[in-house]
């Protein structure tokens, strides 16, 4: 059930940076197959940042390796910059840049040393590396610690130097998995701003992983990821736009008998629990609003100023998983095969 | 805040607390209360010092200065008599992943000293607030990270504690049962349990009601959501949105960099660019000329309301900012 935001089509392949149609992939286990990526499609242009967004075991992993060429895909097409992912990856490795999820810098070395270990590998000349690496850490802010040991730089360091490590070769596009995680606030808008100045000045292609919904905000386009299918794809407004309704705000004194009481109501789609806050989801605020009032008032509830407020990625994602799990449910019921939800009873990152 | 007695009687007070490790500060003189049956959020980057703070709060630590109590008992003199009546949730969700659902609660309620009566009443009401009716018997390890976060708030808060510390609860769990979990906070609070609760997700401290910003060891804020972002935001954001984001955004670099515009931060947000300046009002203007002078199409520039996070990174960079000058 994918939903489909942009209509644009593009016209050839190779003019994308980053392409994968009816990409899947199955691994074999003792009790079974478990479908990690499922029938997913997405392209991505020069320059764009792209953000697969979705919760831990969606498959965000397994998807970013398989484009890599890291593991062999079991259906489906895959390439960067127009080489197949599984029969060209010296191209790719070539003019690709790559965080892993656990990536691991030699601890034991210093940010210097780092730098060189990387640049050593991708074959780099000395003149090269010379100009290079100073150009990077400057960049990354490092310039200060070229000494100080990688083990001993706090982890937002580890994730800038990283950064620039897979830079080195001058990639054309970068595929991060999960660049933020475990990362403080600060540390983390340090690191999207970085990212932010490399698509501005350098025109870079990148393809994040993150479980941070409120991230999607620095991405052009996004793909939500749920149990291996792509349950949602546009530009962040445009996923947000996908949830039918608006949003009301408010605060009850019991939020139990408040919920019960909205959810049934008319023009009321869903009712979410927020803390101690209810967001209610409506067709039409200015009819509603008086409405839930009025039932508030006739069951004694007492609450705070119902107000309008935005929605926000983690409820747009929340709403759309909760959709996506209704036909998931009404399919199975429907479907004999019992291997049709297995997609849906979580997949393997 | 009352001193007297009464029913509004502070549940966690810390007054003056220092913590020094050799010549590292890492508590500097931080003084707070947090309300009974309140939820309240310690936030501050890594390193600031919220962790060493809970350390000490729970009495695992002694502090070099100043003093902390909960419920009113001395946390570094009355350690014991606390530790009855407080609980505590760590990130790690410490299961014993060989056991049982049901047996790690039985674990540890029988830690905590519960009656027979009292452990099966738990083990049910517990089963049931976590979502467990039916994997009683299933391996911890194999649970799910919702199920097992859910599971391990239930073994923190197993002898009814009063008082809960949650030290990144929710790190690594997906959204759908973050927000559940934070269902069961409210919960909690509204039985009159105190919640202390530290994330890294900045929407989840939209969530408390009170909150208090640390960093470098100090308590730079403190105050409900709404009105941080009200009084701690240092300058106006402004979304700008014109025809090509990634031209404004080189524009705007280099005016921040020459010091043509004040401008605090220029961030790329989407096909959008968010800058931070002294003063919407006063350089909307000034921002719109540069962008026409480099023949860039504006669709707008407006004032945004500051999102918790622009708030927080606010108030962390201040005390840096004040350090340079």
């Known amino acids: 059930m994918l939903e489909r935001a942009s209509v644009q089509e593009h016209a050839k392949s190779s003019e994308l940076a980053i392409s994968a149609s009816g990409l899947t992939k199955t691994f074999k286990t003792r009790r079974g197959s478990i479908t990690a990526v499922d029938d997913l499609s997405l392209q991505v242009s020069p320059g764009e940042t792209y953000g697969l967004i979705g919760p831990d075991g969606a498959g965000k992993t397994t998807t970013v390796r398989v484009i890599l060429g890291l593991l062999t895909r079991t259906a489906g097409e895959s390439s960067i910059l127009g080489f197949d992912s599984m029969n060209d990856t010296y191209e790719i490795r070539q003019r690709v840049g790559y965080i892993a999820q656990q990536n691991v810098l030699p601890a034991d070395m210093t940010v210097m040393e780092n730098m060189k270990f990387f640049a050593g590998i991708q074959g780099m000349s000395k003149q090269d590396q010379i100009r290079r690496i100073p150009e990077l850490l400057e960049f990354a802010g490092l310039s200060n610690f070229t000494g100080r040991l990688a083990g001993k730089l706090s982890g937002g360091m580890k994730k800038k130097l990283a950064l620039a490590c897979c830079l080195i070769h001058e990639p054309q596009v970068v595929l991060l998995d999960e660049p933020t995680l475990g990362v403080d606030p600060v540390s983390r808008r340090e690191f999207w701003n970085l990212l932010g100045n490399l698509r501005a000045e350098r025109g870079l292609t990148i393809f994040v992983n993150t479980p941070y919904m409120d991230e999607a905000e620095r991405c052009t386009q996004i793909g939500l990821i749920y149990a291996g299918r792509l349950i949602a794809r546009g530009a962040p407004a445009e996923i947000k736009a996908m949830v039918p309704g608006h949003v009301i705000e408010f605060t009850p004194t019991d939020s139990t008998p408040a919920l019960r009481r909205i959810s049934g109501m008319e023009g009321v789609f869903e009712v979410q629990t927020y803390g101690e806050r209810l967001h209610v989801f409506v067709d039409d605020v200015s009819r509603r609003k008086p409405e839930i009032e009025a039932a508030l008032a006739t069951e004694g509830i007492a609450h705070n100023e119902l107000r309008p407020v935005e929605i926000r990625m983690e409820e747009a994602f929340i709403s759309l998983v909760q959709r996506q799990n209704q036909i998931a449910a009404k399919a199975q019921a429907q479907s004999s095969n019992p291997l049709a939800w297995k997609a849906a009873s979580g997949g393997v990152s | 805040m009352s001193n007297s007695p009464s029913e509004n009687q502070a549940s966690i007070v810390v007054q003056g607390l220092t913590k020094k ?18 939820v309240f959020g310690w936030l501050g980057p890594n390193g600031a010092g919220k962790t060493t703070t809970i350390r000490i709060l729970l009495g695992l630590m002694t502090p070099t200065s100043g003093s902390s109590f909960v419920l009113g008992l001395n946390s570094a003199t009355q350690t014991k008599a606390m530790h009855a009546v407080v609980g505590y949730m760590s990130q790690l969700f410490t299961l014993y992943g060989d056991l049982t659902a049901a047996e790690n609660i039985r674990f540890y309620g029988m830690v905590y000293g ?47 504690p009063k008082v809960v510390f949650l030290d990144e609860p929710t790190a690594g769990v997906d959204p759908i049962s973050r927000r559940e979990f934070w269902t069961l906070i409210y919960a909690m609070a509204k039985e009159g349990v105190t919640v202390l609760v530290t994330t890294h997700y900045m929407d989840e401290a939209e969530l408390c009601q009170r909150v208090g910003f640390i ?29 090509n984001p990634d031209e404004a955004m080189r524009a705007l670099k280099a005016a921040q960099q020459s010091r043509r515009l004040p401008l605090d931060e220029v961030a790329l947000y989407g096909a959008q660019i968010h800058v931070v300046t002294p003063s919407a009002e006063e350089y909307k203007e000034a921002i719109r000329e540069l962008l026409n002078g480099e023949g860039i199409e504006i669709r707008s520039i407006e004032w945004i309301a500051p999102t918790l996070e622009d708030v927080f990174i606010s108030s962390v960079n201040a005390p840096r900012l004040r350090g340079q000058a």
């Not at chain 2, 490790?21 to 309140?38: K, M, R």
């Not at chain 2, 979502?131 to 859910?150: A, P």
């Open chain 2, 21 to 38: 490790f050799g010549d590292f500060i890492a508590v500097d003189g931080v003084s707070f209360n947090v309300n009974a049956g309140e």
């Open chain 2, 114 to 160: 519960l009656s027979n009566s009292e452990l099966k009443l738990r083990q049910a009401e517990i089963i049931h607030m976590a979502g467990l009716d039916g994997r009683e018997n299933v391996l911890t390890s194999s649970l799910s990270g919702g199920w097992k976060q859910r599971l391990a708030l239930g073994c923190a808060i197993v002898h009814r």
């Open chain 2, 215 to 243: 960093t470098q060891g100090r308590l730079v804020a403190i105050d409900t959501p709404s009105r941080l972002k009200q009084t701690q935001m240092r300058g106006d954001v402004l979304e700008i949105s014109v025809s």
